[in-house]
Structures are given as C-alpha cells and as structure tokens.
C-alpha cells in the first residue's frame, strides 16, 4: 500500500475514532442519567412502602379496636338472647300463645341482615320490608300487652337498655371501620403508585444497562481503532524514513557521477569553476 494509501487509512481511522468517542461519551452521559433516575424511583418507592406500613399499622389498629366492640356487641347480643329466654318463659305463664319473642327479635335481625346484604329486585324488597314492619308491629303489640307484668317490665327495660348499648358501641365500631376503610384505600392506592413506579424503575434500569453496554463496546472499539492507528503510524514513519533513504541515496548517487564529470574534465585540464571544486570535495574526490 502506497504512502498516500496509508495515510488516507489513517485520517479516515481517526475520524471514525473521533466519532466512536463522542457516542461512547454520550452513551455514558445517558447510562448516567438513567441510573439516576432509576436510584431516584427506587428511593421513591422505598418513602412509598415506609408510609404504606404506617398507614397499615393505623388501619390494623382500628381494626383491632373495631374487633373488639364487635365482640363486646356480640357479648351484649348474647345477653339479649339469654334474657328473652327469659322473657319467653316468662311470657309462657303468663301468656299461653302467640310466638316467642326472642324468636321473632332473632327473625327481624336475619331478615334485616339479608336486606343490608343480598342484591334483589325491587318487589322482593318491598315484600321483605313489609315483613320485617310485620314482625316489628307483632312485637311491638306483644310487648305491650306483657308489660303490664312488673317482671316482665323489667327484662324488657333491661333489653332495651342492653340494645341502647348495643347501638352506641355498632356507631363506635363503625367510626373505626369506616376510618380504617379510609386508611386501607389509601394504602392500596399507594401500592398501586409503588407498582407505577417499580415498573418505571425496572424500565430506567434496562435502560441503563443497554447504554452501558453499548458505551463498553465503543471504547473497546476505541481502543482497538487506537491500537491500529499506533500500528499504522509505526509502518507510516517507516515507509517515509525508506523513501527518505532512497531520496538521499539517489541524490549521493548523482552528487558522484556529477564529482567523476568534473574529475575528468579536471584531468583533462579542462578549466573548472568554483563549484565544481566544492562538489568535488563533497565527493571526496580532492
């Protein structure tokens, strides 16, 4: 390959290397950039689940306390029960028919519990209030007809009183619930941005690890190109220092075919000029 051959190989290696480390930098600029977003979601997420496990702890706690109103609605609940037994016997000698009244109080509960729960058509709605204002009217008359007994009198003010119980501890409970309810919503939603994010995350990271690796097979490309351009510089300055060589050999070649000239001419006795001598001096020839 010619000298012009080789250093047209070498400006076009340099450019091509100039340009590998201006991708190779931005690469890394990007890579740096996508780590530091990535560390910032992390940390984001992090803040995130710290303030989702405060926000569980406030709801388990509310619904530690809700639980335990429920058991002591429960307890109450069973007290009721236990004093409409009573209240049946009682009833029983004193009132010979008719339905127990714990049993209807029971069948008002279930039948309120099916309507609060159970998606149904608005007839079958309307037929299961009916009932239910059935029962309660049925009750209600029954009462009123056995409160005349002084004993009965008094388990049935000792129900009522238990049930006025019963609703301020069920409004109580349902305040912790419905707090609770709050702070679960909010942790879920929080969950949900932690998945946004973690997501995002993991996004910036393959991110991250694509550039790195492309901006690691730009400088290895780099320092390939920089090895062949030492390699073609060392056969570059070689190629000149023998065409060097050669110029100067040729010009020591003339300089004594010239020097034999004007010895002969000067053994001739030919006359000579003054830098003719010195050429002849230069060839060592006198």
């Not at 300089?255 to 003054?274: D, V």
């Amino acid at each position: 390959m010619t000298l012009d051959k080789l250093e047209e190989r070498k400006e076009q290696l340099e450019k091509e290397l100039q340009e590998l480390i201006e991708k190779r930098d931005q690469l890394n600029k990007a890579a740096k950039e996508y780590r530091a977003k990535r560390d910032q979601l992390n940390q984001e997420v992090k803040d995130l689940i710290a303030k989702a496990k405060e926000l569980k702890a406030k709801r388990d706690e509310l619904n530690s306390k809700a639980k335990e109103l429920r058991s002591q609605k429960s307890e109450l609940y069973r007290e009721i029960d236990a004093l409409y037994k009573e209240l049946d016997q009682l009833r029983r000698s004193i009132d010979r028919g008719g339905r127990p009244l714990g049993e209807i109080e029971r069948e008002i509960r279930r039948l309120e519990f099916i309507q609060q729960t159970t998606v149904m058509t608005i007839e079958r709605e309307r037929a299961l209030v009916e009932r239910i204002a059935r029962l309660r009217r049925e009750l209600e008359e029954r009462k009123q007809q056995l409160e005349k007994h002084e004993e009965f009198k008094r388990l049935i003010a000792r129900i009522r009183e238990l049930k006025a119980q019963v609703r301020e501890i069920h409004q109580e409970m349902m305040k912790f619930v419905e707090e609770a309810d709050k702070y679960h919503e909010e942790m879920v939603k929080i969950f949900s941005e932690v998945d946004q994010k973690r997501k995002l995350a993991d996004e910036m990271h393959e991110k991250y690890l694509e550039s790195k690796r492309e901006a690691d097979r730009c400088h290895a490309e780099i320092i390939r190109i920089r090895k062949d351009l030492k390699d073609l510089d060392k056969v570059i300055k070689a190629l000149k220092a023998r065409i060097t060589k050669s110029k100067e050999e040729r010009e020591k070649e003339e300089l004594i075919r010239r020097a034999r000239e004007i010895y002969e001419m000067f053994k001739r006795g030919e006359k000579i000029e003054t830098e003719d001598l010195l050429l002849l001096q230069r060839a060592g020839l006198i």
